[in-house]
């Protein structure tokens, strides 16, 4: 790695973004912190800078070189900063407007994978101000009558429920309606559930989760010790190459860049299907993406560097 001179006159003064409004907040200031205190380790200039406590104009007026987004959730993983950041001038690490846009939307995900011939769920779409309880039995069994139900803008698991009767789904629809009024009703896909990190168009060893949970929700990814996390997974070679082949396309597909995660399930006859793309996921020390990134050989100081290194790449 660079000494801390290089690393200053590389990347200049470094804002890393974190906190927020969202409804993931909580998780964000946790990655947040864990990078600053990455990078100012390595020797970056590197600043924390929470969009919650003031307005990013003052990234021009301060003299940052440079942002390094680790906002979480609606406004700084969807597009909505990374646009504002375009505007000001300020480049910034990870995908641009459009990929961030998209893989927020986990409906407009599922669509672009189908169009595209990558393997996902069936599902359905339900909106808040068209639902009727009488479609939802019909619906729920048309999708094999165990479905997950996920508010279509939100991350971390929030919001989400695996339902498996009638009453369970009305009560998992208004669960998700309070955080959007549109919401993904996917297919239950019983088995493995795997990730594969990211970096620079690169995909990761894979990682391989599981849970003694109902499903690896927010409790299983945040607040438990029972998840166990599989680096290397247990895939063959053969396996995890075909894993990381669907998820460099999965990403490519939605324009995301720079660095993230894509999301899978796997089920008992060995058929991956896609759930989603994350373009800022988690960044503690205990993170999947770090995880994955240990096992290439980058400790989370490297990774956080590297993950810096995108804000260069992709120039404004």
Request: charged letters at 20%; a negative charge.
């Amino acid at each position: 790695m660079m000494n801390n001179s290089d690393l200053k006159q590389k990347f200049g003064k470094v804002a890393v973004l974190f906190g927020g409004d969202s409804a993931e907040r909580e998780v964000s200031l946790n990655s947040g912190n864990a990078v600053l205190v990455a990078l100012k380790e390595a020797g970056c200039d590197a600043h924390r800078f929470d969009p919650a406590e003031q307005p990013l104009s003052q990234l021009v007026e301060q003299g940052f070189d440079r942002a390094f987004i680790v906002l979480h959730g609606r406004g700084g993983e969807d597009g909505t900063v990374q646009g504002a950041l375009e505007y000001l001038k300020v480049p910034y690490t990870g995908s641009r407007v459009l990929g961030s846009a998209l893989g927020m939307d986990k409906v407009r995900c599922k669509q672009i994978f189908q169009a595209c011939g990558l393997p996902t769920a069936e599902y359905r779409v339900v909106y808040q101000d068209s639902v009727k309880t009488e479609d939802l039995e019909r619906l729920l069994a048309s999708l094999g009558g165990v479905v997950m139900v996920k508010p279509a803008l939100e991350g971390s698991s929030i919001g989400m429920n695996k339902v498996t009767n009638h009453s369970d789904f009305i009560s998992a629809l208004e669960d998700a309606f309070q955080y959007d009024h549109k919401v993904l009703v996917e297919r239950y896909i019983t088995g493995k559930e795997y990730t594969v990190s990211m970096l620079k168009g690169q995909a990761l060893p894979s990682i391989s989760m599981e849970t003694p949970r109902t499903f690896y929700d927010y409790k299983a990814k945040y607040q438990v010790d029972t998840t166990e996390y599989h680096c290397p997974s247990g895939l063959t070679n053969e396996g995890e190459s075909q894993l990381a082949a669907i998820a460099e396309k999965a990403f490519a597909a939605v324009g995301a860049s720079g660095w993230g995660r894509v999301d899978f399930m796997q089920d008992e006859s060995g058929q991956y299907y896609l759930l989603e793309v994350n373009t800022v996921p988690g960044m503690t020390q205990k993170s999947l993406v770090p995880m994955a990134a240990k096992q290439r050989g980058l400790n989370f100081q490297a990774l956080c560097v590297a993950v810096l290194e995108t804000s260069l790449s992709e120039g404004l």
